[in-house]
């Protein structure tokens, strides 16, 4: 089985930055796809930021030129920069991972977060 485990969540002011982590551990071989979505009271879940192994990203629009999603592979890590931060971004926000698992469970499957919160003041 495979965690994903998510920190950075909180509450920030109109304007301001936050970073949220997530970590994938347990029986991976490789990560394929990992990304954000995220979920507001009655709202469709909505796409924030996509990166494939490579590096290669893909936003939403809502967030596009203020959110920057990157990762670190030897740390089954993916991360959210959030700067200009707006009252709407708040929603809670969970990551994802397309993991290729190791021998016990070789094939992809797609493991979710818990979810972090960010609340955004105006």
């Known amino acids: 089985q495979v965690q994903l485990v998510e920190s950075g969540g909180g509450l920030e002011q109109a304007g301001g930055s936050l970073r949220l982590s997530c970590t994938a551990s347990g029986g991976i071989y490789r990560i394929n796809d990992m990304g954000w979505y995220r979920q507001t009271p009655g709202k469709q879940r909505e796409l924030v930021a996509t990166?494939?192994?490579?590096?290669?990203?893909n936003y939403g629009d809502s967030v596009k030129g203020r959110f920057t999603i990157s990762r670190d592979n030897a740390k089954n890590t993916v991360y959210l920069q959030m700067t200009t931060l707006k009252p709407e971004d708040t929603a809670v926000y969970y990551c994802?991972?397309?993991?290729?698992?190791?021998?016990?469970?070789?094939?992809?499957?797609?493991?979710w977060g818990r979810g972090t919160q960010v609340t955004v003041s105006s």
């Open positions: 994802y991972a397309a993991v290729l698992g190791d021998w016990r469970a070789p094939w992809e499957m797609t493991y």
């Open positions: 990166i494939t192994s490579g590096s290669n990203t």
